[in-house]
């Protein structure tokens, strides 16, 4: 019975780590086209307006989508929790909607979004509402076990929207505007293949949505008692990244607002894999501590947190490494200020790993006390850190603009995951220092190999005159030999030569004539 369940896992892990590879060669190629056709300022606005209302949305969940996917993955057959939640988002996509409107009538919008048009600040207002639906039902495919198909349709949605997306740039026509409705289209027809994958799959989607007031009473009761602890944790929270974005505007303006921007969407793709496969893990989580099962959550955090780590880490070090070329290729010469942003912020997913696994345990677990207090700690310092960091001279700060804001992040984040796995392996059993010594081997290891690799192409191919083909070979290389590196230490990279067979069988069984 624990062997099907594994084997399902590993499955599911296998095809969103298939569906990313498919993504990240998508995203490549789509990545540079945004930053570019949008140039710094509009690229700097879009990040500033999405990311105040995707704070005002953290705070308005309140742990209320982690609260649903805990509680649908363990009651996967319970259609009136996913009509409550669904209403919950409605309710507040309407706050976030009549917020806009009251500070379109006052002098507020003018201090919370200073130099922003009120047509983009309604635009983004509406994305983030769309992502926030998107995410719900996105959950819902992990939680059911629709992975498999859930995947299949993201590679349809993303080759749709790459394709859309080049013929924007082609016709010179990424306005901002544009850029908005790019990514409503992409956001609706995910969410519509999620849908239709789920009824497909299980058809009771579309029946039973009128609750009753004792079934409405005893989910507000059963949210709020999962969420509560985190409300003073989502309100600091909120006002801390809001002051984040809205610092960096003031002090900085959209230019520097852009560069981060530019620095985060590139940490992104090195997190694009990991970020993708946390939920399977979560599911997994939820249900072995539903079942009391504390050894099966240990053995969870083992197998695959190291593995997670050395895969985001494997990106960082040679985004870190190769950061010149990565600036000129996806954002060209506007951004060539950006290098050393990006290299900073290319440590932040690696460390990011942690923090979503580590919480995933905690939250799998009910500890919401727990995460609401060092989310409290690590808000209120990083709020300080970040006018330090970005306030100009006379105000006593570095005015260090994008790289300071993005070495805040960096900082607190290390900061903030370790602690959490300083509980998790009080909780799990598991040594603490063991990890710790594991991210810094496999760090080490893979940005040795990224150095390595950087001085011979550039010193004995001497390809420093070919930027586009300096860039390829090296990521030739350096994943040929990180490979070699992995399957002669496997310990290194949290894995074991069973993987490597897996993967084998796999790809075989797939590439066999007649196999589809």
């Known amino acids: 019975m624990n062997t099907a369940r594994s084997d399902s896992l590993k499955k599911r892990y296998f095809y969103k780590l298939v569906s990313n590879v498919v993504g990240l060669g998508i995203g490549i190629v789509t990545a540079g086209l945004i930053p570019r056709g949008l140039g710094p300022k509009q690229y700097g606005d879009f990040n500033f307006l999405t990311g105040i209302f995707a704070q005002i949305k953290g705070f308005l969940d309140m742990g209320g989508s982690t609260c649903f996917y805990n509680k649908i993955s363990r009651r996967q057959n319970e259609q009136g929790l996913v009509s409550f939640y669904f209403q919950f988002i409605t309710l507040a996509s309407c706050i976030i909607v009549l ?23 309604y635009m983004a207002a509406v994305f983030v509402i769309l992502n926030w639906l998107g995410q719900g039902v996105d959950q819902m495919t992990d939680a059911y076990g629709l992975t498999i198909y859930s995947e299949r349709a993201r590679i349809v949605q993303k080759i749709i929207g790459a394709i859309l997306l080049l013929a924007l740039f082609i016709y010179q026509s990424l306005s901002l505007r544009n850029y908005f409705y790019y990514l409503y289209f992409n956001q609706v027809l995910i969410s519509c293949l999620f849908v239709w994958i789920i009824y497909r799959n299980r058809s009771f989607l579309y029946e039973h949505w009128k609750l009753t007031a004792g079934q409405m009473k005893g989910y507000l009761s059963e949210f709020y008692k999962y ?19 809205w610092l960096l505007q003031i002090f900085g303006g959209s230019v520097q607002q852009g560069f981060y921007g530019f620095s985060f969407s590139i940490g992104a793709l090195c997190f694009l894999f990991t970020g993708a496969m946390t939920p399977l893990i979560t599911r997994e989580y939820t249900i072995a501590y539903a079942n009391n099962d504390i050894k099966k959550m240990a053995v969870l955090f083992r197998r695959y947190v190291p593995m997670f780590y050395s895969l985001a880490a494997f990106f960082s070090c040679f985004v870190i490494i190769q950061s010149e070329k990565i600036v000129y290729l996806f954002g060209g010469s506007d951004y060539k200020t950006a290098n050393l942003t990006v290299k900073i912020m290319a440590l932040y997913p690696i460390h990011q790993v942690y923090g979503q696994l580590s919480t995933a345990v905690l939250l799998a677990a009910g500890k919401t006390k727990l995460y609401r207090n060092v989310g409290i700690i690590a808000s209120l310092s990083g709020l300080l850190l970040t006018f330090f960091l970005l306030a100009p001279a006379h105000y006593g700060g570095l005015n260090a603009g994008a790289n300071g804001l993005a070495l805040k992040m960096v900082i607190i984040v290390a900061v903030v995951v370790n602690t959490f796995l300083y509980y998790n392996s009080k909780f799990l059993n598991i040594s603490f220092w063991k990890y710790i010594a594991h991210q810094i081997v496999s760090f080490t290891c893979l940005i040795a190999a990224a150095v390595l690799v950087a001085g011979f192409v550039d010193h004995i191919l001497k390809l420093q005159g070919n930027i586009v083909l300096n860039f390829m070979v090296s990521g030739f290389l350096y994943t040929t030999l990180v490979l070699l590196i992995a399957y002669c230490f496997p310990l290194i990279f949290g894995l074991k030569n069973d993987d490597f067979n897996y993967a084998k069988n796999f790809i075989r069984q797939k590439t066999r004539p007649g196999k589809s």
Do not use: N
Request: one cysteine or more.
């Open 227 to 245: 969420s509560f602890p985190l409300f003073i944790e989502s309100s600091i929270g909120m006002v801390a990244g809001i002051c984040d974005r």
């Open 99 to 121: 917020f806009v409107v009251f500070i379109q009538f006052t002098p507020l919008q003018k201090i919370v979004f200073p130099d922003q048009k009120l047509q983009y600040i």
